[in-house]
């Protein structure tokens, strides 16, 4: 390679403090998840997602983000993010849901989720990586997975355009709609979008 040729990026660094060893995931939550999970905190917060801020490529809601309990208090003091009741948490979730969003938390090994993201392929880094290089050990998968009866189905291609991860598919000369289970992070976007009830949850 020439002094000139600049070299294609092959890994990703992660800066980590000295003495300091990480051990996180990627989580996807689903719905009943996220409401377990937020009706369980002491104290939830609620600010500007800085990667739709900052890319300002997309027109997806941008005060969507969420934190609790210790987190919640850091953001508070730190970045100016609100306190806000379980009611008011519970809208902002099925307002990111509406919009498409995938609700994205970063698990430490062996601690509780703190803060809640709801993303993305315009904006955020995972879910792009993903969709554009099947990219699956960036995220871990919720505890459900989508169920698709087909004899249910009537072809809307609702769950098609839904899909963040391309698990639902359309295929052949006719255009019918195919589910690739492996392909389902569990997010539940199909589920609720679904006219006929085709696409169900089940546990993992």
């Known amino acids: 390679m020439s002094d000139t040729q600049e070299a294609t990026p092959q890994y990703q660094g992660l800066m980590i403090p000295v003495h300091v060893e990480i051990d996180a995931s990627q989580v996807v939550l689903a ?3 996220m409401r377990e999970l937020l009706a369980s905190a002491d104290l939830i917060a609620t600010g500007i ?4 801020r900052d890319a300002a490529v997309c027109d997806h809601p941008l005060d969507v983000c969420l934190a609790i309990n210790g987190e919640a208090r850091d953001e ?13 948490a519970l809208a902002i979730l099925e ?3 509406r919009a498409g969003l995938v609700h994205l938390a970063y698990r430490k090994e062996g601690a509780p989720v703190t803060l ?3 993303c993305c392929p315009c904006a955020c880094f995972h879910l792009k990586a993903l969709k554009g290089r099947d990219y699956h050990e960036a995220i871990t998968e919720a505890a ?3 169920r698709y009866d087909a004899e249910a189905c009537v072809g809307c291609g609702a ?7 391309g698990a639902f598919r359309r295929s052949g000369a006719a255009g019918s709609v ?3 289970a492996a392909g389902c992070f569990g997010c539940g976007l199909c589920v609720s979008t679904c006219p006929t009830g085709a696409i169900t949850f089940v546990r993992r």
């Open 144 to 146: 459900y997975v989508a």
């Open 159 to 165: 769950c098609v355009e839904r899909c963040v991860f």
């Open 76 to 88: 508070i003091e730190k970045d100016g993010w609100r306190e806000i009741s379980l009611d008011e």
């Open 116 to 118: 809640i993201c709801s």
């Open 49 to 52: 997602c800085g990667c739709r």
């Open 178 to 180: 195919e589910f690739h």
């Open 31 to 33: 719905q009943p998840e």
């Open 95 to 97: 307002r990111s849901h």
